[in-house]
């Protein structure tokens, strides 16, 4: 094997084995959408169907839960705002129910990352301004509830997708090469 072949081969094993200890999911849908399971209102009361006439989704989160069965690093990004949908506001909390703890947050199409021991994790993604009343008071649960007040121009169409990626950091053994 050329020196050339060699070193593209030594980096695509690189970039195989770095993706085989991540795994990445995408969470997306609409604030304004009634059939994503995920829409909660800022009460944290799941969303009726059909919708009251009342129902405003820029105040509403979406909610997703993750297990993750070790430590590892959970890094969340968009880029929901860039393209003219959701300004987000991303909160994450730890534990198995609505009594999880606030984590941290970030906002805009900004990348939130942290190492996190294995446990259950929620992520609420909602419109810019409205933030949970554990990370305005400084202490309390994702069961607090959302102020439900929102910036009516960070809502823009109500769409958000956001990149959820969880690397143990572990990298697999090399594989074994076949004799020549």
Same mark, same amino acid.
């Given at each position: 094997? %050329? #020196?050339? =072949? @060699?070193?593209?081969?030594?980096?695509?094993?690189? *970039?195989?084995?770095?993706? /085989?200890?991540? $795994?990445? @999911?995408? *969470?997306?849908?609409?604030?304004?959408? $009634?059939? +994503?399971?995920?829409?909660?209102?800022?009460?944290?009361? /799941?969303?009726?169907?059909? *919708?009251? /006439?009342?129902?405003?989704?820029?105040?509403?989160?979406?909610?997703? @839960?993750?297990?993750?069965? @070790?430590?590892?690093?959970?890094?969340?990004?968009? =880029?929901?705002?860039? *393209?003219?949908?959701?300004?987000?506001? !991303?909160? !994450?909390?730890?534990? %198995?129910?609505?009594?999880?703890?606030?984590?941290?947050? =970030?906002? +805009?199409?900004?990348?939130?990352?942290?190492?996190?021991?294995?446990?259950?994790?929620?992520?609420? !993604?909602?419109?810019?301004? %409205?933030?949970?009343?554990?990370?305005?008071?400084?202490?309390? #649960?994702?069961? +607090?509830?959302?102020?439900?007040?929102?910036?009516?121009?960070?809502?823009?169409?109500?769409?958000?997708?956001?990149? /959820?990626?969880?690397?143990?950091?572990?990298?697999?053994?090399?594989? !074994?090469?076949?004799? $020549?």
């Amino acid at each position: 094997m %050329n #020196t050339i =072949t @060699q070193a593209f081969a030594a980096a695509l094993l690189a *970039l195989v084995g770095a993706a /085989a200890h991540a $795994s990445t @999911q995408v *969470l997306a849908g609409s604030l304004g959408d $009634s059939a +994503d399971p995920h829409l909660y209102a800022a009460d944290l009361t /799941a969303l009726p169907t059909p *919708l009251p /006439a009342d129902f405003d989704p820029s105040n509403d989160v979406a909610l997703y @839960q993750f297990n993750f069965a @070790q430590a590892g690093t959970f890094t969340l990004g968009s =880029t929901t705002y860039g *393209l003219g949908g959701l300004d987000p506001y !991303i909160t !994450i909390f730890s534990g %198995n129910d609505f009594s999880a703890t606030l984590v941290g947050s =970030t906002v +805009d199409d900004a990348v939130w990352s942290a190492p996190v021991a294995a446990g259950s994790y929620w992520v609420a !993604i909602g419109a810019w301004e %409205n933030m949970s009343f554990a990370e305005n008071t400084g202490v309390g #649960t994702l069961a +607090d509830g959302f102020i439900g007040i929102v910036d009516s121009v960070g809502y823009a169409d109500g769409k958000y997708s956001v990149t /959820a990626t969880f690397d143990t950091g572990v990298t697999p053994p090399p594989p !074994i090469p076949e004799p $020549s």
